[in-house]
């Protein structure tokens, strides 16, 4: 089992910033690839930025390329998303999640494990 609990959402002005934090315990964080996925409201969700269990390897959706950035650091068994230049429609819960495949995948329902998620509201 590897339990995830999400932080750093909160309320922001369009064009401003946040930097999200997953903290993972439980099994070893090192060997699961991890994802960011956000869920609006009356939305799917939506792969936001995975990162490989090395983290050699990441993935962004198209619309947050060069805005986000996922990160991880293994000591601290964390991985984060960094947001600039944030906009009102990036405003949802944004969640965590772990996987068993070796690559940063997009792919929802490769995760095994999902945190409960963090709000973020972006205002215009």
């Known amino acids: 089992q590897v339990q995830l609990v999400e932080s750093g959402g909160g309320l922001v002005q369009a064009g401003g910033s946040l930097r999200l934090s997953c903290a993972a315990s439980?099994?070893?964080?090192?060997?699961?690839?991890m994802g960011w996925f956000r869920q609006a409201p009356g939305k799917e969700r939506e792969f936001v930025a995975a990162i490989s269990w090395s983290g050699g390897s990441t993935d962004y959706a198209g619309s947050m390329k060069g805005r986000f950035t996922i990160s991880r650091d293994g000591a601290k068994n964390t991985v984060y998303l960094q947001m600039n230049s944030l906009k009102p429609e990036d405003t949802a819960v944004y969640l965590c999640a772990a996987t068993r495949a070796v690559a940063a995948t997009r792919e929802g329902r490769l995760y095994d494990y999902w945190g409960q998620g963090t709000q973020v509201t972006v205002s215009s």
């Open positions: 439980g099994r070893t964080f090192g060997n699961y690839g």
